[in-house]
């Protein structure tokens, strides 16, 4: 029996700038959605166009509050092809939230906080 990745879910306070951020900061474009008839929720799925690996955003219409992220030891990570233009584009965006200068590495906050690693294509 073989199992492949499909999707890593997150729910979203605010769908729209949501899936605004991810589309400008990550180039992910909305591939599928779902939504509830009675309105009570939204998902949609966000892919690269390369993988057949997907990010559901789920938007739930009742949830008001912050959703509690722990320490946020969860995380994506996405590589690049241009680290320096990606990391300098991010700045702009002012949305890194950490950089591992020894590792190579850098973090960014989407709108709800989670955390998203960002590394070089050779890693």
Not at 17 to 39: H, P, Q, V
Not at 79 to 98: F, G, Q, R
Request: glycine share 4%.
């Amino acid at each position: 029996m073989n199992f492949k990745f499909y999707h890593n879910n997150i729910n979203v306070l605010d769908l729209e700038k949501s899936l605004k951020f991810y589309n400008d900061a990550l180039n992910l474009k909305e591939t599928k959605r779902i939504e509830a008839e009675d309105g009570s929720f939204i998902i949609v799925y966000l892919g690269d166009s390369q993988t057949s690996h997907f990010l559901e955003l789920t938007w739930l219409r009742d949830r008001k509050e912050p959703y509690n992220l722990g320490d946020n030891e969860f995380h994506l990570a996405l590589h690049t092809d241009d680290y320096e233009k990606a990391l300098e584009k991010h700045k702009e965006m002012n949305c890194v939230c950490y950089i591992n200068d020894d590792m190579g590495i850098y973090f960014i906050n989407d709108p709800d906080g989670y955390w998203i690693e960002i590394l070089p294509s050779h890693m």
